[in-house]
């Protein structure tokens, strides 16, 4: 089956470790995207990348790092940077980052940083 | 960009028709109406989109107003299993990177 892979479901980290989530999709996409979702708020767009090797930041980039090597891979770390990492995290991928593209999101991480 | 607005929650019968409205009064011309659903602790799922004409799936269809200034999500058969809360969301054509604004969306119970 084609899609989005997250993993781990759920993520528990100390406070000032630094922590990657994982995104994986099969669906041969050019474009993929992070968001984060807080308790009964919308996605805020942290990172997007639109092609391999390339990556631009999103509303709320600060605290967040992303890297794109491959085009099936776009992993996110937090950083200790990030004043308040404790939530929900999703990943998407489109194929183009064009309005004409749906986005197509994974299950979501959920990161608890105590 | 432009801003949805929807009811904060609906109820619906199971078998029955449900009718999702959405305001999007500020909507440019080159924005696409996008609706997606989301269930407790998954990820939001796609369920259709359209510029002016109306569009149909087999999940759903968009009925998109004359003026573009509103729209309806319409699931013609309802069941528990769409239970959700659903996104009406505008995004603009070019390559603005995925850049969705989603509000708080409409929580539909579908009843026995």
């Known amino acids: 089956d084609g899609g989005i892979t997250q993993s781990p479901k759920y993520l528990f980290r100390k406070e000032g470790q630094n922590v990657t989530l994982s995104c994986e999709q099969n669906?041969?996409?050019?474009?993929m995207y992070w968001y984060r979702q807080d308790p009964g708020q919308g996605l805020r767009l942290i990172y997007y990348s639109q092609i391999v090797n390339d990556f631009q930041k999103g509303d709320i980039a600060e605290g967040y790092s992303v890297s794109r090597e491959k085009k099936e891979s776009f992993p996110l770390t937090v950083t200790s940077a990030q004043k308040n990492p404790t939530a929900f995290y999703l990943c998407?991928?489109?194929?183009?980052?064009?309005?004409?593209?749906?986005?197509?999101f994974g299950n979501g991480t959920r990161l608890t940083v105590t | 960009d432009a801003k949805t607005t929807q009811p904060p929650s609906m109820d619906c019968a199971e078998g029955r028709a449900a009718n999702l409205p959405c305001n999007h009064s500020t909507i440019s011309g080159n924005e696409y109406v996008y609706w997606y659903r989301q269930i407790h602790s998954q990820g939001p799922q796609y369920i259709i989109h359209?510029?002016?004409n109306n569009e149909t799936n087999e999940m759903a269809s968009l009925i998109i107003t004359e003026d573009r200034k509103s729209s309806t999500l319409i699931l013609p058969h309802a069941t528990l299993r769409d239970t959700a809360v659903y996104y009406c969301i505008v995004r603009v054509a070019g390559n603005q990177g995925g850049k969705l604004i989603f509000g708080q969306g409409t929580e539909l119970s579908v009843k026995p």
């Open positions: 669906l041969n996409h050019d474009a």
């Open positions: 359209g510029l002016k």
């Open positions: 998407a991928s489109s194929t183009t980052a064009g309005g004409r593209s749906p986005l197509h």
